[in-house]
Structure formats: C-alpha cells, structure tokens
C-alpha cells in the first residue's frame, strides 16, 4: 500500500507541481519521492520511496538498506538491489540500479514501507564483506543504531560460506568489542 505521505513525479502531482511546493516550503524530496515538509522522516517512508524502482520482484540491500534503516542520511547515488523471488528476472530493471541476481533468503527480509528491505543484521554482514570505506562507514553507524544488529550479523557469517567472510568477521567483532566496552 503506499504511504499517503509520499508524492511521486507523474502520480499525484507533476514533477513541475512538486517543484513548486518544495520552493515553497511544503515539501521536501526524499530519494525519488517527496514527503510534507512537517512530516517525519522514518524508514518506512525512505523505503516507501523506493517503492516505482523495486515493485515486488527486489529487495534494498546493502548502502540502499543502510540508508533505509537510518545509517546514511542520504540515499546512495545507485540503489542495491537483490532479487527478492524464487524466479529469474530476464533483465537489469533499471539503470540506476546496482543488480544482484543471487535471490535473498526471505527470512532475511522484512518488509517496510510496502517494499522489501534487507534485515540490519543481514545489511551489516553484506556492508562488512564489500570491504571499501564507503560500505565499512557505513557498516559502522548501522552497528552503532542497532548494537544487537551486530551479534546476529557475526551468528550468520559463522553459520554460512560466504566471500570475503573472515574481513567481514573481523569488522564486525571490532564493532561488537567497541559496543562492549563502552
């Protein structure tokens, strides 16, 4: 269902209507979308906004979870999206889009805002296996607003074989032992 809160170009209002009322003052963008200036911010609505891009075949992984679940304050220049369904899609659906074709187990999932969006625990483990500082900065203000987040990311490395696994464990038990000792 869509939020009533979210304005898309071409829906409701056109993108020349939705110009003109965050000039002036009544709305502020949001990814794709715009909400009421008075509105607050919450992951159901950053993930609501993903909702023309993801439909009900992907699921937000990755910076595009972090932001989702409050870690970036803006969204990634290019959404990560896994596949969200048992069947293969034939093509990349969008070319803003960062494609992984790997389906994403639905346990790991959970839905907000109507979409579908990585766990924390499984956006902390996919942030820490990427390696790069974007993804680790990332990882590390995700582990910082959801702690528990942390201990159940490290339970799923353990349990799986995946790549990059032993740097990803390492990021993450560095998080865990700074959240212990403070």
């Known amino acids: 269902m869509a939020s009533p809160f979210l304005y898309f170009a071409g829906d409701r209002l056109s993108r020349a209507e939705l110009t003109a009322a965050c000039l002036d003052g009544d709305l502020v ?3 794709d979308a715009y909400m009421p200036a008075d509105a607050v911010e919450t992951a159901a609505l950053r993930a609501g906004s993903l909702a023309p891009i993801l439909c009900h075949t ?5 910076l595009s979870a972090a932001w989702v679940h409050g870690a970036l304050t803006a969204p990634p220049t290019r959404h990560t999206v896994q596949r969200a369904v048992a069947r293969r899609l034939g093509v990349v659906p969008d070319r803003r889009l960062v494609y992984r074709d790997l389906a994403v187990d ?3 999932l959970q839905r907000l805002g109507g979409v579908l969006v990585t766990s924390p625990a499984r956006t902390l483990a996919d942030l ?3 390696g790069d500082p974007d993804h680790a900065t990332a990882a590390r203000l995700l582990a910082d607003a959801d702690p528990d987040a942390v201990t159940r990311a490290i339970d799923d490395l353990e349990a799986g074989v995946l790549p990059h696994k032993r740097a990803a464990l390492v990021l993450l038990r560095s998080f865990a032992s700074a959240v212990r000792t403070t």
Request: proline letters at 0%.
């Open 128 to 130: 820490a296996r990427v």
């Open 29 to 31: 963008a949001l990814g």
């Open 106 to 108: 639905a346990r790991d």
């Open 58 to 62: 992907l699921a937000a992984t990755h």
